[in-house]
């Protein structure tokens, strides 16, 4: 059975910041490309970050310079590194794996697998 829990979660101040982790069991995620979303209240789900099965990466304008996916292949473990983070931020952050047999998206609905998500959450 696959599954995907995410950790890191949590509360901080603007500026701050939090690593997030995608554990990934049931599947081997050097084959799949991995992405993180995120939803806020009221607002449609996003894509914020992405890494190819062969590590190229791909960003949302809105994180850019401040946001960074890696894997850990050997661990099965995607992360996503948060700095300055801002309120705008706040959201709850899922990940997600998609077959390398198949191109990269930026697309929820064209995933394998989910997470049930991590709160984050940023005061101003």
């Known amino acids: 059975q696959v599954q995907l829990r995410e950790s890191g979660g949590g509360s901080v101040q603007a500026g701050g910041s939090l690593r997030l982790s995608c554990a990934a069991s049931?599947?081997?995620?050097?084959?799949?490309?991995m992405a993180w979303f995120r939803q806020a209240p009221g607002k449609e789900r996003e894509f914020v970050a992405g890494?190819?099965?062969?590590?190229?990466?791909y960003y949302a304008d809105s994180v850019k310079g401040r946001f960074t996916i890696s894997r850990d292949n050997a661990k099965n473990t995607v992360y996503l590194q948060m700095n300055i983070l801002k309120p705008e931020d706040t959201a709850v952050y899922c990940c997600?794996?998609?077959?390398?047999?198949?191109?990269?998206?930026?697309?929820?609905?064209?995933?394998?697998?989910w997470g049930q998500g991590t709160q984050v959450t940023v005061s101003s």
């Open positions: 049931g599947l081997t995620s050097s084959v799949y490309h």
């Open positions: 890494i190819m099965s062969g590590g190229t990466t």
């Open positions: 997600a794996a998609k077959s390398s047999a198949y191109s990269f998206t930026k697309i929820w609905d064209f995933y394998n697998y």
